[in-house]
T-cell receptor
Framework: QKEVEQNSGPLSVPEGAIASLNCTYS??????FFWYRQYSGKSPELIMSIYSNGDKEDGRFTAQLNKASQYVSLLIRDSQPSDSATYLCAVTMSSGTYKYIFGTGTRLKVLA | NAGVTQTPKFQVLKTGQSMTLQCAQDMNHNSMYWYRQDPGMGLRLIYY???????DKGEVPNGYNVSRLNKREFSLRLESAAPSQTSVYFC?????????????FGPGTRLTVT
């Protein structure tokens, strides 16, 4: 069974700090990796995608991918209370890029 | 662009009743998906359609059927609803290309089966 693992949290950080969210995956052939933000009662919203090893930055968000360690992370700089949400990690399966496996999410709380 | 739309937003069914959840996307995406989300279980794939005219089972297909009506629309049918199907259902779409596999979600349908 292909798996994506995330710490469920909650991860609490003070306003203005860096929040670090982590995800590991079991399918060594996975090629595409995504971070979604989900507010309570809402649908997942794509915030970052990353396809190659290294860092990818978009505004206050940085995604980091290490395929050798099967690890992907999301850093949120200058965290704001509005960043408080559940963050879902998703990967595509190597057996078919049409299928995505989601982690159960990490709940982030940014304290004002 | 509306993106991905779903109807209805909320539904209450009695055990044994049937219903169809509707999904449409206006992004000209080839692939469409149905997920369910339960507390502590994350998003689980029910069925997906890689392209118009094809459908395939996901992780939890039992009790569901799907129809890819055309490129825009992908419906999910519960033939005989059971309390275990109480969940939030999300439809999603993506354009699978060499440079992008990004998936976008609809607003969801909250289904309660009593």
């Amino acid at each position: 069974q292909k798996e994506v693992e995330q710490n469920s949290g909650p991860l609490s950080v003070p306003e203005g700090a860096i929040a670090s969210l982590n995800c590991t995956y079991s399918d060594r052939g996975s090629q595409s990796f995504f971070w979604y933000r989900q507010y309570s009662g809402k649908s997942p919203e794509l915030i970052m995608s990353i396809y190659s090893n290294g860092d990818k930055e978009d505004g206050r968000f940085t995604a980091q991918l290490n395929k050798a360690s099967q690890y992907v992370s999301l850093l949120i700089r200058d965290s704001q209370p509005s960043d408080s949400a559940t963050y879902l990690c998703a990967v595509t399966m190597s057996s078919g890029t049409y299928k995505y496996i989601f982690g159960t999410g990490t709940r982030l709380k940014v304290l004002a | 662009n509306a993106g991905v739309t779903q109807t209805p937003k909320f539904q209450v069914l009695k055990t044994g009743q049937s219903m169809t959840l509707q999904c449409a996307q206006d992004m000209n995406h080839n692939s469409m998906y149905w997920y369910r989300q339960d507390p502590g279980m994350g998003l689980r794939l029910i069925y997906y359609s890689a392209s118009e005219g094809t459908t395939d089972k996901g992780e939890v297909p039992n009790g569901y059927n799907v129809s890819r009506l055309n490129k825009r629309e992908f419906s999910l049918r519960l033939e005989s609803a059971a309390p275990s199907q109480t969940s939030v259902y999300f439809c999603a779409s993506s354009e699978i290309s060499p440079s992008s596999y990004e998936q976008y979600f609809g607003p969801g349908t909250r289904l309660t089966v009593t």
